[in-house]
C-alpha cells in the first residue's frame, strides 16, 4: 500500500513540475506546397537556333515545427523538392531520396546561475544546427529562397544583443562521412554524378575524392570543359567551402541601418589527375581534380552596408562596398571587390529604386595564378541581377566581371493584388577577349521583368511572372558558351501558386 501511495506522489510531483513547462511554452505546425511551371526560352543561357522552348512544374513541400520556452528555441523543417513526373508513378528503392532536412537549429540563451540573460553587457546565445544564415539585404548571405531547394548551413552561431546592436560569430567545418576508416579531413567540393564515362566511353564509377573532368560529348578528357561538376564558379556555384568563419555587426535605429560583414571561408586543394582502367585490352582514363591532398585556399571577404533615409519616411539611399582577398578556390591570388548604390523612393503604394552594382572581373595584362572576379558568396543573386539568372547563378558569370544599371517600380494595392517591374541593363566590368584574343564589346544585353501578385486568401498566393532579355554577341562570348548559331532574344513566363498553413499553433502562459 505504501509502494502505490509514493507511486501517486511521484507522479503527482512530476506533473506539478512539467505542467508549468508546457503551460509556458508556444508551439506552431505549418507547412508550405510550393508549385512553379516555368516556360523557358533562354534562361540562364542563350539557347541556339535549334533549339526548342522547355516547359516543366517543379513543386517544393515543407513541414515546419516551432517550439519556444523562455529564451529556448527549436525549429525544424522537413523539406522534398522534385520536377513532376521526376520520379514514375511507382518507383524501386533504386530511384533515389530527394527528401531532406532543410533546417534543423536551437536557440540556447548563455547565462549563470545567479544572472540574467538581459544583463547590462547584453543577451547571449547559442544557434546550432542546420539553419539558413540570412543577413542584410541578402546580398552575401541569403537563403535563396526562389530556388526550391534553398541554401543551408550546418554552423554554429554565438548571438549578441544589445540595445540596437546585434552581433553574429559562425563557424563551420565541413567533413562527408565519420567512417572509422576514413583518415584526413579531405574534402571533395562537389555534389557528383555516381558513374562517368572515361576517356574511351565507357561508364565507369567516379573515383573517390575526385571532380572528372568531361569534353562537350561528356567523355573523360584533360581539355574538358565544363567539368562534370563544373569548376569552382560564383556564388558557391558547385564549389562548397571546406571550412567557413564570419562576424556580422548590425547597428540599426529606425530607419538607418548599418552593417559589417568580415567572412572568410577554405576551400580544399587539388592537384590535376588521372585514374586508369583496362578496357578492352586497352588503357582507358578518368581526368580530373584530386582532392585528397592537404592544404586550404583561404578567402578573405570584408565590408560595409549602410541605409540611410534623406527624408522621413520616402527617400531613402543605400551604398555599400566589399572586398575580397586572400586566395580563390582554385589558389589564385584573389583581389577583387564590389560596390552598390540605391535610391529608394516610396510613396503611398507605390515605390520606385534607381540603382548601380559593380562586381569586379579579370582584366588584360593578369598572369594565370590572379584573379580580379568578386564572388558574391552564399546570396541571393536572383534578387539582384534580373529574374533569368544569366549572373552569379546556375550558369555561372563573366570572367570580366559585371556592371548593372537598373530601375524597379512596385505597387501594392490595399487589398491583395501586388505588382512589379524591373529594367536592368548588363554590361562588363572589365574587358574581356575573346579566345582568339578579340576585345568584346562591354555591353552584354537589356533586361525587362514583370511580376505580379494575387493573395486569394490568408495561406494561397499566386504570383505570374514573365520576363524579356534582349543579349549582344558579347554575351555569348563572356557566358563562355560553346560555339553555335545563338538566338539573342530570350523569354521566360512562370506560374507559381504558393500555399502556406498554419496547421497547428498554441501559446499560453502559466500565471
Do not use: C
Not at 31 to 48: D, K, P, V, Y
Not at 98 to 117: C, N, Q, Y
Not at 164 to 178: C, E, I, P, S, Y
Amino acid at each position: 500500500m505504501l509502494k502505490i501511495l509514493d507511486a501517486k506522489w511521484g507522479v503527482a510531483i512530476a506533473l506539478n513540475l512539467l505542467i508549468p513547462l508546457f503551460s509556458e511554452a508556444q508551439l506552431e505546425l505549418s507547412a508550405q506546397l510550393r508549385t512553379r511551371s516555368e516556360l523557358r526560352h533562354g534562361t540562364g543561357n542563350l539557347i541556339r537556333k535549334d533549339q526548342a522552348s522547355a516547359f516543366f512544374t517543379s513543386q517544393r513541400t515543407r513541414l515546419n515545427l516551432s517550439y519556444k520556452y523562455g529564451g529556448i528555441q527549436f525549429f525544424t523543417s522537413l523539406q522534398d523538392v522534385r520536377v513532376w513526373g521526376q520520379d514514375a508513378s511507382s518507383i524501386s528503392s533504386a530511384d533515389g531520396n530527394r527528401f531532406g532536412l532543410h533546417e534543423a537549429w536551437a536557440i540556447i540563451p548563455l547565462k549563470t546561475m545567479d544572472s540574467a540573460v538581459n544583463s547590462p553587457t547584453g543577451q547571449l546565445s547559442l544557434k546550432i544546427g542546420r539553419q539558413e544564415l540570412l543577413y542584410d539585404d541578402s546580398r552575401l548571405l541569403g537563403n535563396l529562397d526562389w530556388l526550391q531547394q534553398a541554401r543551408r548551413h550546418d554552423a554554429a552561431l554565438l548571438k549578441w544583443t544589445k540595445g540596437t546592436w546585434k552581433a553574429d560569430l559562425g563557424v563551420a567545418f565541413n567533413q562527408h562521412t565519420d567512417a572509422f576508416s576514413y583518415d584526413g579531413t579531405y574534402y571533395t567540393p562537389g555534389n557528383l554524378a555516381s558513374s562517368v564515362k572515361n576517356s574511351k566511353g565507357e561508364l565507369v564509377p567516379v573515383p573517390a575524392n575526385f571532380i572528372p573532368l568531361v569534353n562537350a560529348q561528356g567523355i573523360s578528357s584533360l581539355q574538358g570543359q565544363p567539368a562534370l561538376a563544373g569548376p569552382p564558379s560564383t556564388n558557391a556555384l558547385r564549389q562548397h567551402y571546406k571550412s567557413l568563419q564570419f562576424l556580422h555587426l548590425n547597428n540599426k535605429k529606425g530607419a538607418r541601418e548599418l552593417s559589417f560583414l568580415l567572412l572568410a571561408d577554405q576551400f580544399q586543394q587539388y592537384r590535376l589527375d588521372s585514374v586508369s582502367n583496362n578496357y578492352n585490352g586497352e588503357t582507358a582514363y578518368v581526368y580530373g581534380r584530386n582532392y585528397k591532398t592537404s592544404g586550404f585556399n583561404t578567402r578573405i571577404t570584408t565590408g560595409i552596408l549602410v541605409q540611410q533615409p534623406l527624408t522621413k519616411n520616402q527617400l531613402t539611399v543605400t551604398a555599400g562596398f566589399y572586398f575580397q582577398g586572400g586566395k580563390d578556390p582554385d589558389g589564385k591570388e584573389l583581389r577583387a571587390y564590389t560596390s552598390t548604390l540605391q535610391l529608394h523612393l516610396k510613396k503611398k503604394q507605390s515605390s520606385w529604386q534607381a540603382g548601380w552594382d559593380f562586381l569586379s572581373g579579370n582584366k588584360t595584362g593578369l598572369t594565370p595564378d590572379q584573379s580580379r572576379r568578386f564572388d558574391p558568396l552564399y546570396g541571393t543573386p536572383h534578387k539582384f541581377w534580373g529574374q533569368m539568372d544569366f549572373f552569379y547563378a546556375g550558369t555561372g558569370s563573366p570572367a570580366g566581371g559585371l556592371n548593372n544599371a537598373y530601375l524597379k517600380y512596385a505597387y501594392k494595392s490595399k487589398k491583395n493584388y501586388e505588382s512589379a517591374a524591373e529594367l536592368h541593363y548588363f554590361g562588363l566590368a572589365n574587358r574581356q577577349t575573346s579566345l582568339n584574343g578579340i576585345k568584346l564589346s562591354p555591353y552584354l544585353g537589356t533586361e525587362l521583368d514583370w511580376i505580379q501578385r494575387y493573395q486569394m486568401n490568408p495561406i494561397t498566393q499566386v504570383e505570374l511572372g514573365t520576363a524579356l532579355l534582349f543579349a549582344s554577341k558579347s554575351m555569348i562570348t563572356a557566358k563562355a558558351q560553346p560555339a553555335g548559331n545563338y538566338q539573342r532574344t530570350a523569354w521566360w513566363v512562370y506560374l507559381q501558386l504558393n500555399i502556406r498553413p498554419f496547421l497547428f499553433k498554441q501559446s499560453t502562459t502559466n500565471k
